[in-house]
């Protein structure tokens, strides 16, 4: 299957700080990336649509400043939690899909936020 | 009513039998449907895709879907103790941004 790649896999942060999380698509192109987020014994929850050379779709209740989402290439989307906070400590995941065709999701090895 | 309903389980089966995963979904016009395997503290792998009334069959793993009844199942032949993970049934729903909703998940179990 199609890989995608991201990065880092754990971070820990103090409260207050910022985390950058990035999330590439190694063998494909993909012009809309989506970040999930998995809370402990959760499912995954769509926090917003990443879209290539525009600015993302949030989802419903996700502050947008907050989660700021940056897709400057075809290739690269980052996901930056700004002034963390204990409540932000999670599993965020993202993922792609390698055509416009294809239904299939691939997704990022994931990366746990832990906010102190 | 949730979008993607799963049973949470633990769904526990002995080695070598079938384990049966169930999944509904409330929206009629979704047209895309994905079986997902998740270990502890890994990212979901996906396992099979579905897109017509029917059976497809990969390997020990076959999906079934049902439209009329807004049902779709994941059968595991020949479970193996590494089967043991979480199982995520997926749906695309709408026809633009294509994202996917989640089911919250049916734990299996295969026991040695």
């Known amino acids: 299957g199609a890989v995608v790649s991201q990065h880092p896999s754990r971070v820990i942060c103090k409260s207050g700080t910022s985390v950058k999380i990035e999330c590439r698509s190694l063998?494909?192109?993909?012009?809309?990336m989506f970040w999930y987020r998995q809370f402990p014994k959760q499912s995954l929850m769509l926090m917003a649509t990443s879209n290539e050379g525009s600015k993302a779709t949030y989802e419903q209740g996700v502050e947008k400043d907050k989660f700021l989402i940056n897709h400057a290439s075809l290739t690269l989307s980052t996901l930056t939690v700004t002034s963390a906070h204990p409540e932000d400590s999670s599993f965020y995941i993202c993922?792609?899909?390698?055509?416009?065709?294809?239904?299939?999701?691939?997704f990022g090895e994931g990366s746990r936020l832990t906010v102190l | 009513q949730k979008e993607v309903e799963q049973n949470s389980g633990p769904l526990s089966v002995p080695e070598g039998a079938i384990a049966s995963l169930n999944c509904t979904y409330s929206d009629r016009v979704s047209q895309s449907f994905f079986w997902y395997r998740q270990y502890s503290g890994k990212s979901p792998e996906l396992i099979m895709s579905i897109y017509s009334n029917g059976d497809k069959e990969d390997g020990r793993f076959t999906a079934q879907l049902n439209k009329a009844s807004q049902y779709v199942s994941l059968l595991i032949r020949d479970s193996q103790p590494s089967d043991s993970a979480t199982y995520l049934c997926a749906v695309i729903k709408d026809t633009g941004r294509r994202a996917l909703t989640f089911g919250s998940g049916t734990r299996l179990q295969v026991q040695p």
């Open positions: 993922s792609a899909r390698p055509g416009v065709r294809s239904g299939e999701l691939f």
């Open positions: 063998d494909f192109q993909a012009t809309t």
